[in-house]
């Protein structure tokens, strides 16, 4: 590795790289950063070039593949860094933890881990989940249109597009989702677009913006599971939790984590 | 039966268990991963005072289920949905005999509800035959993610599960409740994508599909297949107990059901020993949608929360009800 300013680096300034790092880390279902969501155990620096990463999810039984492609994103992301020479990332008290720590031991790639359980890749997965993120986000920007605005009917949400929208972070975490599909993200260009980036016919659009609704409450749910169970696995994960953003239901942002705390 | 404010509501449990979850019974860890994945659901979601010690969780038996669900859980009719689990425990998770026993003891309160696992081929299949006879089967419940040698699970449109269904058919067993699980062969795929839901319910349209955990953590791919398959039902374990620790996000997911099924093919479960009937019962009874969520969602009536409860089970089941709780516009199947 390079010397220069990085040489006379801390183990505490390459910490604060390394979880920098793993916040553009994403869990794919939830579509929040494994930082916020409370997943990353611990990060340990070794020697000033050397990190040991521990990972652990709400249960057991989290899908096989969805822990493997945030194990290897965050692997990839630390190794990535300018100055590390060396990452360990392990998943803890999973199914396959044996599995996939093996696997990313040997830099084995999602085939290699899984052996014949695998057949081509996790790009398709990536890309489903990829589109049901936009959807929610879509969705997210939308509602509070409507909300803000009672005389604004859904069927003129047809007309709606990216120049309309509010600063804020709804509105940048759906340009953020566009651009992961590669759609665009011009002030002219639609807001309720299908994952290609065409616009609905307006007939369907109540029924699109219902579509979308759901996939950000299924979204939404998941999420609530995964840190209530986490918080019940590791009750010490709770103060690495941090609460996502932007929720258009109003009110329950303010009153539901705090709830969450006590059940 | 619940009765509250001068309605009086008919109760199916529409999915029980009897487990046997103890070190005794675990084959290996992840016997042990599976009871602590279930008992931190169980501690998630449960109020502080009906929370189980891990002890009593691991084994309850058929004495302490029939109070938690008949003494004290208001429920008329509950219908056993058994996992097996056999890679995990040795004499199953779900106690078949148990089960069975305690449905014949208590005539007209339990259904046994049976597995089957197409990844047994014809065995399996002359096994059912076999089962359907012994235990008179109405309804089956199928946990694709099931652990089976190599294999990890399987879908329902597989060409050997396709004769297991046309076998169900056949012999009249008509209400099929699938629980999604995390593993499948390919792990290139969504395990929980309920695709395979929609094809055999095309193709089996005398047999009905309840969708346990309302497709989570897939709602949204449930709720657009549900609306082109009318024989596609949502049953509500899991999702219901956020009614105590998110009431504003069970509003969503009950308005979400309400608008793309409809009231006649929601039933309530409590998932026992997951949790347990009686504060379940009472909080959806008293539940209602808040009222700044009704520009998304109408209030929910009366009839509808009758139907949920039980009516729309009791006619899936043909579980005869007492002409005092049923509702104008009746359940159908």
Redesign the interface.
């Known amino acids: 590795m390079s010397a220069g300013p990085l040489a006379r680096e801390t183990g505490k300034a390459l910490e604060r790289r390394a979880r920098k790092a793993l916040d553009a880390v994403h869990d794919p279902?939830l579509d929040e950063p494994i930082t916020d969501l409370g997943f990353v155990r611990s990060l340990e620096v070794h020697s000033g070039r050397r990190l040991t990463v521990h990972l652990r999810l709400?249960?057991?039984?989290?899908?096989?593949?969805f822990a493997?492609l945030m194990a290897s994103d965050a692997k990839d992301a630390l190794a990535a860094l300018p100055g590390v020479e060396a990452v360990t990332v392990l998943l803890d008290?999973h199914?396959d933890s044996e599995m996939i720590n093996r696997g990313l031991a040997a830099d084995a790639d999602y085939r290699g881990t899984?052996g014949?359980?695998?057949?081509?890749?996790?790009d398709?997965?990536r890309l489903?989940f990829r589109r049901?993120a936009h959807a929610a986000a879509m969705e997210r920007v939308l509602t509070s249109l409507?909300?803000q605005d009672?005389a604004r009917t859904v069927e003129r949400l047809h007309e709606v597009v990216i120049g309309d929208l509010p600063g804020g972070t709804a509105t940048h975490a759906l340009l953020r989702r566009r651009e992961a599909l590669g759609l665009g993200v011009a002030p002219s260009d639609p807001v309720l677009v299908d994952e290609h980036g065409r616009r609905f016919p307006p007939d369907e659009v109540p029924l699109r913006l219902?579509?979308a609704?759901?996939?950000r409450?299924?979204m939404?749910?998941?999420a609530?599971?995964c840190r209530?169970?986490l918080?019940?696995?590791y009750p010490e994960s709770a103060a690495d939790q941090s609460p996502r953003a932007v929720d258009p239901?109003?009110?329950?942002c303010v009153?539901?984590p705090l709830?969450?705390h006590v059940? | 039966m619940y009765s509250k404010d001068g309605e009086n509501y008919f109760i199916v449990d529409a999915h029980v268990a009897l487990w046997d979850a103890r070190p005794e019974n675990q084959i290996n860890?992840?016997g042990k991963?599976?009871i602590?994945?279930f008992y931190?659901?169980h501690?998630?979601?449960s109020p502080e005072s009906e929370k189980w010690s891990y002890e009593e969780y691991l084994y309850y038996g058929g004495e302490r289920l029939m109070k938690d669900l008949f003494t004290d859980g208001y429920v008329d009719h509950a219908i056993f949905q058994p996992a097996r689990l056999g890679a995990f425990y040795r004499n199953g998770f779900g106690q078949t005999e148990e089960a069975f026993a305690l449905t014949q003891r208590h005539p007209g309160k339990l259904t046994y509800n049976h597995y089957w696992d197409p990844r047994f081929e014809q065995a399996g299949l002359d096994q059912l035959r076999r089962d359907a006879e012994r235990f008179q089967l109405k309804g089956a419940k199928l946990y694709t993610a099931e652990w089976h040698g190599?294999s990890?699970g399987y879908k329902l449109d597989d060409p050997w599960s396709y004769r297991y269904l046309e076998a169900a058919q056949e012999m009249g067993i008509r209400n099929i409740h699938i629980h999604k699980?995390?593993?499948i062969?390919?792990?290139?795929?969504?395990?929980?994508d309920v695709a395979d839901v929609d094809k055999v319910a095309t193709q089996f349209p005398d047999l009905n599909f309840v969708v346990e955990h309302c497709?989570?953590?897939?709602?949204?791919d449930f709720?657009?297949i549900a609306t082109q398959e009318p024989n596609v039902h949502a049953g509500l374990a899991v999702?219901i107990p956020?009614i105590?620790?998110?009431p504003?996000?069970f509003a969503?997911?009950i308005g979400?059901l309400l608008?793309?099924l409809d009231e006649n093919r929601i039933q309530f479960s409590s998932d026992y020993a997951l949790w347990t009937p009686k504060w379940l019962v009472e909080s959806f009874v008293d539940f209602q949608i808040p009222e700044?969520?009704r520009?998304?969602y109408p209030p929910i009536t009366v009839a509808q929360k009758k139907k949920i409860l039980g009516l729309n089970a009791a006619a899936m089941y043909g579980i005869e009800v007492p002409a005092e709780y049923t509702v104008a516009q009746p359940a159908g199947v």
């Open positions: 279902e709400p249960t057991s039984f989290c899908s096989p593949n493997y008290d199914h899984f014949a359980e695998a057949e081509e890749s996790l398709e997965l489903i049901k409507l909300r009672p219902r579509f609704r759901s996939v409450i299924s939404d749910g998941n609530h599971f209530g169970l918080r019940t696995r239901t109003g009110p329950a009153t539901t709830k969450e059940s | 860890i992840h991963q599976f602590d994945c931190d659901y501690r998630n979601l190599d990890r699980g995390p593993t062969r390919p792990l290139d795929r969504d395990a929980f497709g989570l953590p897939r709602l949204e709720c657009w999702a956020f105590h620790t998110r504003r996000y969503q997911i979400e608008y793309w700044d969520m520009g998304e």
